[in-house]
């Protein structure tokens, strides 16, 4: 199986930072590519960014030019590095990856346990 740990939420008063991680383990042979959602309270999850094995990027226009997405391909870790943060931003956030598992040829997505955040004063 393929396990997603995230972690870095938190507490947050607008205007400020927060870097989230998410690492993932397991019969992994390649990652496809890493995600970042999130889901507002009674809303569906939506998706905020993405970063391929190659290192290119895609972004919500919700996040551009606040939120960066980056990788270490060696720990299977992907970062999200939040700045300018407001009030809206407050959700919950998960990481995804798009996983071809040892043995296998498909792909299948993989989700993480999600981590909290809150701007707030």
């Known amino acids: 199986q393929v396990q997603l740990v995230e972690s870095g939420g938190g507490l947050v008063q607008p205007g400020g930072s927060l870097r989230l991680s998410c690492a993932a383990s397991?019969?992994?042979?390649?990652?496809?590519?890493m995600e970042w959602y999130r889901q507002f309270p009674g809303k569906q999850r939506e998706w905020v960014t993405t970063?391929?094995?190659?290192?290119?990027?895609n972004y919500a226009d919700s996040a551009k030019g606040r939120f960066t997405i980056s990788r270490d391909n060696a720990k299977n870790t992907v970062y999200l590095q939040m700045n300018s943060l407001k009030p809206e931003d407050t959700a919950i956030y998960y990481c995804?990856?798009?996983?071809?598992?040892?043995?296998?040829?498909?792909?299948?997505?993989?989700w993480g346990q999600g981590t909290q955040v809150t701007v707030s004063s």
């Open positions: 995804n990856a798009r996983v071809v598992r040892l043995g296998q040829t498909t792909l299948t997505d993989y």
């Open positions: 397991g019969s992994i042979f390649r990652i496809a590519l």
């Open positions: 970063i391929t094995s190659g290192g290119s990027t």
